[in-house]
């Protein structure tokens, strides 16, 4: 079963203009977070960064950035962003003498080796949830821990049980783009959850093409998660409900704002 093959192409539509809109997120990461916590980061590693739409804006802020997805497709989409980008000309400026300024790495993120370390980790808009299983989010957090210098600062996000829960019982969302529509369901898959996309394209003739996919996700109860964190030596600095600031039992979206000690 094909995951974010044609859903691609609308899924930024539907994450950043409809759920989550990206300005207000990097801003978020750039001034709540950072600033905040690492205000001298250089450079940042970004894990599952899917087309580079956070790590574009990112860079714009004298951040070196190296973008890792285990995706082609969605690396080659973000190499095409960063070329388009306004910044081109200075990226290039700022090649001269230095590290380099982005990097494009094909690689999962469970398992992989820079052989550098980064002042700040980030894994945005709960692409953790990605990985099904327990033991892929452990070497998930040893690889950041990996790849972080001291005091380096490690940004996630999750979805939580609770929300993955509720959406199971929520009615199907519907969108319209241009002429296609989309219609997203989850289901809980014995012990994942999963995402039903049906996408349906008008064609030439008038008709509408049905192509489904499916994206997976998991995730774990905060606790447990914050506990596998302090193990491998982070400091949990903060933990954020994205919507509503403090954390509850009914948070739907926590950020884990931690450091390497
Ligand atoms: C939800 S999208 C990322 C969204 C993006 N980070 C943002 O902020 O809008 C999930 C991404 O995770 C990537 N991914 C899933 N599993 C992965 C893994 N094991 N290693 C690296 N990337 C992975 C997918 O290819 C996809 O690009």
């Avoid at 916590?37 to 590693?45: A, E, Y």
């Avoid at 580079?52 to 990112?58: F, K, L, P, T, W």
């Avoid at 506990?227 to 491998?232: C, G, I, N, R, Y």
Wanted: proline share 2%; glycine share 4%; net charge negative.
């Amino acid at each position: 079963m094909k995951t974010y093959d044609k859903f691609l192409k609308y899924y930024d539509e539907i994450v950043r203009g409809v759920n989550s809109p990206l300005e207000e997120e990097v801003e978020f990461l750039i001034e709540d977070v950072i600033n905040e916590h690492k205000p001298d980061t250089k450079n940042i590693l970004e894990t599952a960064c899917w087309t580079g739409v956070i790590a574009r804006e990112i860079i714009k802020k004298w951040y070196s950035v190296t973008w890792l997805d285990m995706s082609e497709n969605m690396l080659k989409m973000a190499e095409v962003n960063l070329k388009t980008s306004p910044l081109t000309p200075l990226l290039r400026r700022r090649g001269g003498g230095q590290k380099k300024d982005a990097g494009l790495v094909l690689a999962d993120m469970t398992d992989f080796d820079l052989e550098e370390t980064f002042d700040t980790v980030l894994c945005n808009y709960n692409s953790i949830c990605h990985l099904l299983k327990w033991e892929d989010w452990v070497k998930f957090i040893e690889m950041a821990n990996k790849h972080l210098e001291k005091d380096g600062l490690f940004v996630f996000d999750i979805n939580t049980l609770y929300e993955f829960e509720n959406i199971t019982k929520d009615f199907a969302q519907f969108y319209t783009f241009w002429d296609d529509n989309v219609c997203l369901e989850m289901f809980k898959v014995g012990w994942y959850f999963e995402w039903l996309v049906k996408i349906y394209e008008k064609s030439d003739d008038g008709r509408f093409d049905l192509t489904t996919e499916v994206v997976r996700e998991n995730s774990f109860p905060i606790s447990k998660i914050e506990k596998e964190l302090k193990q491998q030596g982070f400091k949990v600095l903060e933990k954020i409900d994205y919507h509503y600031g403090e954390v509850t039992a009914k948070s739907e979206r926590v950020y884990f704002i931690c450091k390497k000690k």
